[in-house]
């Protein structure tokens, strides 16, 4: 069975047109394995100034006479890299990619959207999923972590965040994480299948999932981090493999395949 699913997409890295097939399978039931709880220490280091800002302003309100930082509106795109110490030379573990956006009237506050995705050690290619506020002057503050690839898929958890250095002028924050994740063990090949709940693509009509990972649109194949959805699938967690089945940049038009597995609830 071939049917359009259009996926409401929280967080699209992806600019150009595209078109989704899935490919659904009937009534295929798979374990979700053993439960897992890992714990990662790393530090975020955030540069708003100088000749290669990790952080950039791409959109603000339009009264700026406050003369605040960041004021209320800011929109930041980031990509952070995480070491393995506080030291900036340190050993680079990852990098923490996404959008911040300054959603705090009486306070700042950013609420985050980011993929944070590691390139070294066990977890080298997973990443996790991070849609939370967080009130950057408080010094011990906590994020959501709501999904995540790879090893991580599935995965739920929480950050605990510490500002280690930070120096306004400069323009410079390292801020440490010390992050605890809940994920499985999983078969590494699953097909298109809802796990627990197994009933046709169809039936799903009005029931879109929630996205929310880095899409490596150059990779043949790859993977997203579903985090969410509505309808049939509430409180839904999974992830879709992808492969580009066609691509035309002068016409801007890409056919993506997708193979979701989801784990929801009767
Ligand atoms: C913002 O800065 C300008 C120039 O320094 C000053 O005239 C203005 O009063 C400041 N606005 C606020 C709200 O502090
Ligand atoms: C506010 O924006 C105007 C127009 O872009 C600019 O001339 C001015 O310097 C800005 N003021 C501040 C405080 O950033
Ligand atoms: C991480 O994985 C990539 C892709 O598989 C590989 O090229 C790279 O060498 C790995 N890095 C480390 C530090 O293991
Ligand atoms: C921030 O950095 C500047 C330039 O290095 C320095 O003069 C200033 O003392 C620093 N401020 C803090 C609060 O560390
Ligand atoms: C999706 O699943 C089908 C059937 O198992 C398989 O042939 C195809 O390669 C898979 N595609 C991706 C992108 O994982
Ligand atoms: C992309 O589409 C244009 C317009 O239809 C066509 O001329 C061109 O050959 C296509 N390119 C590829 C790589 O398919």
Same mark, same amino acid.
């Given at each position: 069975?071939?049917?359009?699913?259009?996926?409401?997409?929280?967080?699209?890295?992806?600019?150009?047109?595209?078109?989704?097939?899935?490919?659904?399978?009937?009534?295929?039931?798979?374990?979700?394995?053993?439960?897992?709880?890992?714990?990662?220490?790393?530090?975020?280091?955030?540069?708003?100034?100088?000749?290669?800002?990790?952080?950039?302003?791409?959109?603000?309100?339009?009264?700026?006479?406050?003369?605040?930082?960041?004021?209320?509106?800011?929109?930041?795109?980031?990509?952070?890299?995480?070491?393995?110490?506080?030291?900036?030379?340190?050993?680079?573990?990852?990098?923490?990619?996404?959008?911040?956006?300054?959603?705090?009237?009486?306070?700042?506050?950013?609420?985050?959207?980011?993929?944070?995705?590691?390139?070294?050690?066990?977890?080298?290619?997973?990443?996790?999923?991070?849609?939370?506020?967080?009130?950057?002057?408080? $010094?011990?503050? +906590?994020?959501?972590?709501?999904? &995540?690839?790879?090893? =991580? /898929? *599935? %995965?739920? !958890? #929480? @950050?605990?965040?510490?500002?280690?250095?930070?120096?306004?002028?400069?323009?410079?924050?390292?801020?440490?994480?010390?992050?605890?994740?809940?994920?499985?063990?999983?078969?590494?090949?699953?097909?298109?299948?809802?796990?627990?709940?197994?009933?046709?693509?169809?039936?799903?009509?009005?029931?879109?999932?929630?996205?929310?990972?880095?899409?490596?649109?150059?990779? $043949?194949?790859? +993977?997203?981090?579903?985090?969410? &959805?509505?309808?049939? =699938? /509430? *409180? %839904?967690? !999974? #992830? @879709?493999?992808?492969?580009?089945?066609?691509?035309?940049?002068?016409?801007?038009?890409?056919?993506?395949?997708?193979?979701?597995?989801?784990?929801?609830?009767?």
């Amino acid at each position: 069975m071939d049917t359009n699913h259009h996926l409401l997409l929280l967080f699209l890295l992806f600019p150009l047109n595209f078109v989704s097939q899935c490919h659904a399978h009937d009534h295929e039931y798979h374990f979700i394995g053993k439960e897992k709880v890992t714990t990662l220490h790393f530090y975020v280091q955030e540069t708003l100034k100088g000749d290669h800002p990790s952080a950039i302003e791409v959109a603000g309100p339009k009264d700026n006479s406050s003369n605040q930082t960041l004021p209320f509106g800011t929109v930041l795109v980031i990509d952070d890299p995480l070491t393995e110490g506080s030291d900036p030379n340190s050993k680079v573990v990852g990098r923490a990619q996404g959008l911040a956006v300054s959603a705090g009237q009486q306070q700042l506050l950013f609420v985050l959207a980011v993929d944070f995705g590691f390139t070294s050690g066990e977890f080298n290619g997973s990443s996790l999923s991070v849609l939370s506020r967080n009130p950057v002057f408080e $010094t011990e503050r +906590e994020l959501a972590v709501v999904g &995540g690839l790879g090893k =991580f /898929r *599935m %995965a739920r !958890g #929480f @950050a605990k965040l510490r500002t280690y250095y930070s120096n306004v002028t400069l323009g410079v924050n390292i801020i440490e994480y010390t992050v605890t994740v809940f994920h499985y063990e999983l078969a590494q090949v699953l097909n298109c299948l809802c796990i627990g709940l197994c009933v046709p693509f169809g039936e799903f009509n009005g029931s879109p999932l929630n996205v929310l990972s880095r899409n490596t649109v150059l990779e $043949t194949k790859r +993977e997203l981090a579903i985090v969410g &959805g509505q309808g049939k =699938f /509430r *409180m %839904a967690r !999974g #992830f @879709a493999n992808l492969r580009t089945h066609y691509m035309n940049a002068t016409t801007g038009v890409v056919v993506i395949e997708y193979n979701v597995t989801v784990l929801t609830c009767e």
